[in-house]
């Protein structure tokens, strides 16, 4: 069986910063920011050179095909339907474009910074996606706890490095107010999210309908929140780790210009991309990244398995948010005095997205 193939599409390396000038706070960066998350730019930008990075995410990429294994009975245990399965394991629970439950893949979301950011009953069942508690497998996968929190207050301590250099690129565009800094309100959040995500072996049967369309593994959307980090994805077969056979396959971006691009960055790279939130609160000086997933095809596809991991850094729920004047996306969403939560801005979006109240 093959699959018919899509127009060419040209795959661009990502700009880099390396951790050592990212560290410095003297260093100015506002050039490679703006090339990476500006009007113009890619959407995307990765980070050289973290130390500790590469073996802290081989330790929690090998875990997802595991945890993906594990009974069905021991991962209906991890499941949270209250949040709606925000945290701990969730399968076929999502829809995709279609509509259809996605049963592509698995993820097991929880926040890598606090097991209980509050204990708040009224604030649980209010942003319960948010204020929930993490749900860790103990007895079936003891390792994961570990290495999911090791990996994700890494991306998030060098998220708060990059942070501070996208406030100083805006604050040299637009007169700033001390609210609206990126690096305060991810530095202030009790609620950043990891997501460890399993993309199951591609079935041939699936292959012509689907690999033709470039957002098969994982939809087309933007990140709600402020800035979210990547790790380059790990493909196994048979539990062995091979290089990706399909040069197609992988992480795609839709440019500011409407271009589609496949963006590749190496596996020892922290890649960045900026969320809804941040191009609101920036004025769109810092642009929210359109993105999906493409599987691999039939022939290279056969038993291969996709794992990787995003933090979605988001501001605290009950941040502030000091929206500017001249909001361009979700305009009708902020009252005129331009302040909302965060938590209370999602809920609207939500409302929005479903219709419920608006
Ligand atoms: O699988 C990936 O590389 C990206 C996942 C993603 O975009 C998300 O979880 O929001
Ligand atoms: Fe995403």
Redesign the pocket.
């Known amino acids: 069986m093959s699959c018919s193939s899509q127009p060419a599409v040209p795959t661009l390396r990502t700009v880099t910063v390396s951790y050592s000038e990212l560290k410095d706070k003297d260093a100015d960066l506002s050039w490679k920011i703006e090339e990476g998350f500006g009007p113009n730019g890619l959407g995307i930008l990765s980070v050289q050179d973290v130390p500790g990075f590469s073996s802290l995410r081989r330790d929690l990429l090998h875990l997802a095909p595991r945890l993906a294994s594990l009974s069905e009975e021991v991962k209906k245990e991890l499941e949270d339907p209250d949040s709606r399965y925000n945290f701990g394991w969730s399968h076929g629970k999502e829809k995709l474009e279609s509509g259809k439950l996605d049963m592509l893949k698995g993820s097991f979301y929880a926040n890598p910074i606090l097991d209980t950011p509050t204990t708040d009953a009224h604030l649980i069942q209010r942003y319960p996606s948010y204020c929930g508690s993490n749900i860790w497998p103990d007895k079936a996968l003891p390792e994961l706890e570990v290495a999911f929190k090791a990996l994700g207050k890494l991306i998030l301590d060098v998220g708060l490095m990059l942070a501070y250099h996208c406030d100083q690129y805006v604050s040299k565009g637009k007169k700033m107010h001390e609210s609206q800094s990126l690096e305060q309100i991810i530095r202030h959040s009790r609620c950043p999210k990891g997501?460890l995500?399993y993309y199951f072996p591609t079935q041939e049967s699936n292959c012509v309908k689907d690999a033709e369309s470039m957002s098969s593994w994982?939809g087309w959307?933007t990140?709600h929140g402020s800035l979210?980090g990547?790790t380059c994805?790990m493909y196994t077969r048979d539990a062995v780790e091979i290089p990706c056979p399909d040069s197609a396959a992988g992480?795609y971006i839709r440019t500011r210009t409407g271009q589609i691009v496949k963006a590749v960055f190496g596996e020892d790279e922290i890649a960045y991309q900026v969320g809804e939130t941040s191009e609101i609160l920036s004025s769109g000086y810092l642009c929210a990244t359109p993105?999906c997933?493409q599987a691999p095809k039939a022939k290279e596809a056969s038993c291969l398995d996709r794992s990787?991991f995003?933090l979605f850094m988001q501001p605290d729920w009950d941040e502030k948010l000091n929206f500017p004047e001249e909001v361009h996306i979700h305009k009708e969403l902020i009252p005129a005095n331009g302040f909302l939560t965060f938590g209370e801005y999602t809920e609207k979006l939500l409302d929005k997205y479903y219709h419920l109240k608006m």
């Open positions: 997501r995500l994982c959307h990140d979210t990547l994805a992480l993105h997933v990787t995003a």
